[in-house]
């Protein structure tokens, strides 16, 4: 369906949109949302949802009952939603329901070294902490390098698939980057990691919510191995994300997580463990999170993945376009060619603390951003080009201010006019730095 996202129409369909928030001066603002990156709130129709089926509410997989019956096939349907909505194939692919991407991300890096042993895993600089640090424990680690704008060097990645010829067993990336945006060309990097024997995993936080993601099919040179996402980035905020990948990784061997559920005999002896996917969903499953997740994906269907893109793209170039108004602002990333992007920029402007500026929009104007590294402090560093000496300065002294960025991130119910709003707060933050400094008392 070809059509344009009215933002200003689709905001009744989001929880909480017309909630006011307060402010420094005593007074009360509606909330403009600009960190979708971090977290997203829930739609309407998600609501709806899970409280249209909490009447039945009851135990998956374990009870004989009605009502259980009907929630393990709510549960068990969702999965197919999922697998159907990022192309994986029903038959080799199982999709693991987890509590988010981190979780996602930890449970593979322990199935994978199970089944593949020790081996190179290459992750990029330009990662969130979830995408680097589970791959440490076990594996060595390398990292592909970053452009002088940020964006991921292919070559490098070329370099060293050839440099560790044979011993890569998996390349990690993000799909988009939760600072800069940039979107990397994952069916490029999947089909030269296959070319030298390797896996891809792609994590998905910041892509799945944005753009139509096709892992392909398994013969494909391009097909995506691994993926995950998390529904709280996607108006699904009820701690649910996904693992979707290939079965075989996931079949025999010891669950990431033992416990209840993962299991089919057990003695004091021995244990009979479960097939794949419930071998890796430990404990009580999270109805309310699939139920969400699932309505959620039907949304974003209904709508519209590419019209989506296109809304937020607009929003970017927008935004980019008018950031530039302001005096000494600081845009991370290339912010010409901006074709490559996810609706995030992260910006500072000059001599004025990211966490200054964070606070200032929220105080004074009800903008919510974030600021500060976002979970990926090695690449906030390179952008920030903060050298060894500098870095090993705040390895010793946990009390050194860091150093950090400030970041927006679109949703799809953004406006062009709550990008106004933000331009002129920032433009008066701008003119008026030691007014600010003074009146929060960060410098
Ligand atoms: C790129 C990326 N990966 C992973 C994560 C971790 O997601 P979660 O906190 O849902 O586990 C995030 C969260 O911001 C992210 O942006």
Redesign the pocket.
Known sequence: MKNHINAYKLRKLIVGIDKKVPLINGKEAVEINFDN??TTPPLVVVLKAIIKYLPYYSSIHRGAGYKSRFSTWIYERTREIVADFVGADSQKDIVIFTN????AINKLAKRFFQKEGKGIVLSTVME?H??DLPWRKEFDLDYIGVDQYGRLDFKDLEYKLEKYKGKVKLVAI?GA??VTGYINPIHKVARLAHEYGAKIFV?G??LVPHILVDMKDHKDPEHIDFLAF?G??MYAPFGV?ALIGHKYLFEGGIPSEPGGGTVKFVTHKDVLWNEPPLNEEAGSPNLVGAIALGESIRFLKHIGMENLYQHEKKLLKYAIKRLKEIDDIIIYGDSFNIDDRVGIISFNIKDVPHELTALALAYEGAISVRSGC??AQPYVQKLLNISEEEIEAYMKNEDKKRPGLVRISFGLYNTFQEVDKLIRLLKVISRNKNYFINKYGIN
């Open positions: 990156g971090a988010n991407t981190t979780q969130h979830s995408n993000a980057s939760n994590d936080a910041q998390s709280h980035k994300g976002f979970c």
